[in-house]
């Protein structure tokens, strides 16, 4: 027995009232804004270069599945205040999640596959290592080419008075 039937949610929009579901969902939903609003700054600060406690970013992922778990809930009383089919099942949330799974291991391993064919190197990454796209070599090689140029630049100064 899961504590709820059927009958659960018509009681439920039937005790709090159209006006209490509504500020039900639009505070859930503020409650997710705040959490990913501060995750979105934690992690512009982490690629701006900024030190970051993993800590902090950690508590927001954490805070943002909760408050994401609770607005489905109070969606799924608004939709049955609406009249909508609504399930208050877990299970179609599991299923979703699942499925976006199974489209990210796809995905992964046609970024190996091509990786492969483009470079000739193994389709998975050896353990331990990461492999480098174009881009991020480019990045490296252009920021090692700076600091070789300030250094130099220290050791030959221009011009002596």
Same mark, same amino acid.
């Given at each position: 027995?899961?504590?709820?039937?059927?009958?659960?949610?018509?009681?439920?929009?039937?005790?709090?009232?159209?006006?209490?579901?509504?500020?039900?969902?639009?505070?859930?939903?503020?409650?997710?804004?705040?959490?990913?609003?501060?995750?979105?700054?934690?992690l512009a600060q982490l690629l701006d270069g900024e030190p970051?406690?993993?800590?902090?970013?950690?508590?927001?992922?954490?805070?943002?599945?909760?408050?994401?778990?609770? !607005?489905?809930?109070?969606? $799924?009383?608004? %939709?049955?205040?609406?009249? +909508?089919?609504?399930?208050?099942?877990? =299970?179609?949330? &599991?299923?979703?999640?699942?499925?976006?799974l199974r489209g990210l291991e796809k995905d992964v391993k046609?970024?190996?596959?091509?990786?492969?064919?483009r470079y000739g190197a193994p389709a998975g990454p050896a353990?331990?290592?990461?492999?480098?796209?174009?881009?991020?070599? !480019?990045?490296?090689?252009? $920021?090692?080419? %700076?600091?070789?140029?300030? +250094?130099?630049?220290?050791?030959?100064? =221009?011009?002596? &008075?």
């Amino acid at each position: 027995m899961n504590g709820y039937d059927e009958t659960t949610l018509p009681r439920a929009v039937a005790a709090y009232g159209p006006y209490r579901i509504e500020y039900r969902v639009l505070r859930r939903v503020g409650e997710l804004n705040d959490k990913t609003g501060e995750l979105q700054g934690y992690l512009a600060q982490l690629l701006d270069g900024e030190p970051v406690p993993m800590t902090w970013v950690s508590g927001r992922i954490a805070g943002a599945r909760i408050a994401l778990i609770d !607005l489905y809930a109070e969606l $799924t009383l608004l %939709a049955e205040l609406l009249g +909508e089919q609504p399930c208050a099942d877990a =299970h179609n949330m &599991v299923i979703t999640y699942e499925n976006i799974l199974r489209g990210l291991e796809k995905d992964v391993k046609k970024i190996e596959h091509d990786r492969a064919c483009r470079y000739g190197a193994p389709a998975g990454p050896a353990p331990d290592t990461y492999q480098y796209d174009k881009r991020e070599v !480019l990045d490296m090689v252009c $920021t090692m080419a %700076a600091r070789k140029a300030a +250094e130099k630049e220290k050791e030959e100064p =221009h011009g002596t &008075v």
